[in-house]
């Protein structure tokens, strides 16, 4: 939901629902890193696009979908401060009377995350966002509404558990208190985001190498390792590659009772040899003085040149 200029200016001082689960490390378009920024003010927080506002308004319709399956009444939601000043939440809607009520997460989910979301199921990411709500809100019960792929709507229901509310909010506090706070930013990881923080903060070499301490002696270590096995992998990846594309020699690939296939096509293009169009007409110049037309398209697709062969494997689904 878009928030108004009041309720983001409450954000900059905790934690909503849509943070707590890259805090947890379990979020996939976040990381811990990114939070840190963004609280401290090293980031600015994420503007919307045209996409992110159309899929604002996805979420409405999605929202009036549920009202109408459910026959219940929403309520947008506001943004709410938890037990602790830096436990926030915005829910999407809230739902039925007080005394029944529950929260409402409204997703409109493209199709190439939609693995995230086997039937019946929700992204764990989604389960802690909804759970974090219902916390902050003062709530036991929640759903999470999705259209995924544009034609899938499914209700899933999300159940109030006190165990991982009462991790997220140790997980929550922990970060908020002793990085957030305290300007000390989180565990290191190979995010690509942890990587733009470094290159920010350390543009250029400004002093002499210094001494390595056990530290560094260790990560240099996991680096060569890391190094070789990439260097072994990229071997066993051209040789078994090779070794498949002997068994598969003119074919077009092969499949496998296993559940899994390969392919091994060409591509659609190569190019065009051009040289050999301007050649060929050159040869054919007769007609030209006959007045006859000459079929130029014809004649550039006699020249395209096949693209290379590419071997594309589909591993087996999980369970075969």
Request: contains cysteine; negative net charge; hydrophobic residues 40%.
């Amino acid at each position: 939901m878009s928030l108004t200029a009041e309720q983001l200016a409450i954000r900059k001082h905790g934690l909503g629902s849509s943070e707590i689960a890259a805090v947890c490390g379990v979020n996939p378009f976040r990381k811990p890193i990114d939070v840190f920024l963004e609280k401290t003010g090293r980031a600015e927080p994420f503007e919307e696009t045209p996409q992110t506002k159309l899929g604002q308004r996805l979420e409405r319709q999605i929202a009036e979908i549920y009202a109408e399956e459910r026959g219940c009444d929403l309520t947008p939601g506001a943004t709410v401060i938890g037990r602790e000043p830096w436990m926030i939440a915005t829910p999407d809607f809230l739902v039925g009377p007080v005394a029944e009520r529950r929260v409402l997460e409204c997703k409109n989910v493209g199709y190439r995350v939609a693995h995230h979301w086997p039937e019946g199921e929700m992204p764990e990411y989604v389960r802690i966002q909804n759970l974090w709500q219902q916390e902050v809100v003062g709530v036991q019960a929640g759903d999470v509404a999705a259209l995924i792929g544009g034609r899938d709507f499914r209700i899933v229901d999300s159940p109030y558990d006190k165990d991982i509310v009462e991790s997220l909010v140790e997980i929550g506090g922990a970060f908020w208190h002793d990085h957030v706070l305290k300007d000390i930013a989180p565990a290191v990881d190979g995010s690509d985001s942890w990587a733009a923080y470094i290159k920010a903060r350390w543009p250029s070499d400004m002093t002499p190498p210094i001494e390595a301490g056990p530290d560094a002696d260790e990560f240099a270590r996991r680096l060569g390792i890391a190094r070789a096995e990439m260097k072994w992998a990229e071997e066993e990846r051209a040789e078994v590659e090779n070794e498949l594309k002997v068994l598969i020699g003119e074919a077009a690939g092969m499949r496998s009772d296993a559940g899994w296939s390969i392919s091994w096509k060409n591509s659609k293009s190569g190019g065009t040899d051009w040289k050999g169009v301007v050649e060929s007409i050159r040869a054919m110049s007769l007609y030209f003085n006959s007045g006859e037309a000459v079929d130029l398209e014809n004649i550039i697709r006699t020249f395209e040149r096949p693209g290379p062969r590419v071997l594309r494997l589909t591993p087996a689904k999980e369970g075969k």
